[in-house]
């Protein structure tokens, strides 16, 4: 058990659909990080989360959106599913905030059907 | 902009061969962390190693040891008497730092499968 606890573990859903993915770190850690693995475009960074607040975006489309809550918790809301939206998505979480390295949680399998 | 190459997308070999996967990677940043990381069937990303770009001591931990040499930016992986269990996705990513985190940039990833 990495202490990064993400939920739920499989999701299918449908095109159009609305679904959240949640994410809880490890204790003591205040950096949330959401990752997204596809078949096609690889692991790539979607958004970081500090403390509560977006740090940093990477590549993540309109139609997701994320928070950090007050109890450092973290949802990934993804709105307007389509097909290529299905995917790996992974959390991560960090305490140090440069010092590099951090721990990833199992990940969310989305299939959008 | 932050770049890290697995040339090799599948690799197969026999039980007990060793193995080296191969990682190059660029970037402008003086200061940044290398890894290595894992992913089983089971789909999880497991955590292998971590170096800092200043430290270019070769590592090794049981099986597995790490080659970098900066010189050729490279972060070299090979496993010594490859079991069937290391059957997975080996991932190299290069850290880059942000004002308040840093974010990892990942290779496509090598699959190796050892077969018995």
């Known amino acids: 058990d990495s202490g990064v606890t993400q939920t739920p573990k499989h999701l299918i859903t449908a095109t159009g659909q609305r679904v959240t993915l949640r994410c809880s770190p490890r204790?003591?850690?205040?950096?949330v990080y959401w990752y997204q693995q596809s078949l096609d475009q690889g692991l790539q960074f979607l958004i970081h989360?500090?403390?509560?607040?977006?740090?940093a975006k990477g590549n993540i489309l309109e139609r997701f959106s994320a928070q950090q809550f007050p109890d450092l918790h973290s949802e990934l809301n993804l709105s307007s599913l389509e097909l290529g939206d299905s995917a790996l998505y992974f959390c991560?979480?960090?305490?140090?905030?440069?010092?590099?390295?951090?721990?990833f949680g199992s990940g969310t399998r989305l299939t959008v059907v | 902009a932050q770049k890290v190459t697995q040339a090799q997308t599948e690799i197969s070999v026999v039980e007990k061969e060793d193995v080296t996967l191969d990682c190059v990677y660029e970037?402008?940043?003086?200061?940044?962390?290398l890894f290595w990381y894992k992913q089983p069937p089971s789909g999880e990303l497991v955590f292998l190693i971590r170096?800092?770009?200043?430290?270019?001591q070769n590592e090794i931990s049981g099986r597995y040891s790490w080659n970098f040499q900066k010189s050729t930016s490279s972060f070299n992986f090979t496993i010594t008497a490859s079991q069937v269990v290391d059957s997975a996705v080996y991932f190299c990513?290069?850290?880059?730092?942000?004002?308040?985190?840093?974010?990892?940039?990942f290779g496509a990833g090598t699959i190796l499968r050892v077969k018995s």
């Open positions: 970037t402008r940043d003086t200061t940044y962390y």
């Open positions: 989360y500090y403390n509560g607040e977006e740090r």
């Open positions: 990513a290069l850290s880059e730092v942000m004002e308040y985190g840093n974010k990892l940039v």
């Open positions: 991560a979480s960090s305490v140090a905030s440069r010092a590099g390295g951090y721990t």
């Open positions: 170096r800092n770009s200043f430290d270019e």
């Open positions: 204790s003591g850690d205040l950096s």
